[in-house]
């Protein structure tokens, strides 16, 4: 990769100064509209793999979630970087549990 986080940032500031998300009245930085969009995408992430669709279909599915994501962190003002490293840390530190449909790596326990 020769993008770096500060690279992908920029380019979906762009894009959100290009269509003038920060206005109130375009409702582009309301995060319980941003959220609706996220889910609608991981459904259409979904229905690549259930439909067989293409690898290609799949990457650009999961491109739209990751700008999407970006663009999350910049309608809340959120250092997602700094964010991302404080997680990691943490997570790196926990268990992992084998549930019914696979290992998961959690704070939480086994009842």
């Known amino acids: ?11 979906v500031k ?4 290009k269509h003038e998300f920060s206005k ?3 409702n582009g930085h309301d995060m319980a509209y941003r959220i609706l969009l996220t889910i609608e995408e991981l459904g259409e992430l979904s229905e690549c ?5 293409p690898e290609s279909e799949k990457a650009e599915e999961l491109a739209d979630i990751l700008i999407l994501i970006l663009g999350h962190a910049i309608a809340m003002d959120v250092d997602l970087e700094s964010a991302f490293d404080l997680k990691m840390k943490e997570i790196m530190k926990r268990p992992a549990i084998k549930g019914d449909l696979g290992i ?8």
């Open 104 to 111: 998961r790596v959690t704070k939480y326990h086994q009842e």
């Open 24 to 26: 109130k009245e375009n």
């Open 14 to 17: 762009e894009f959100h100064d």
């Open 1 to 11: 990769m020769s993008q770096t986080y500060a690279d992908m940032l920029t380019k």
């Open 49 to 53: 793999f259930t439909k067989g669709k």
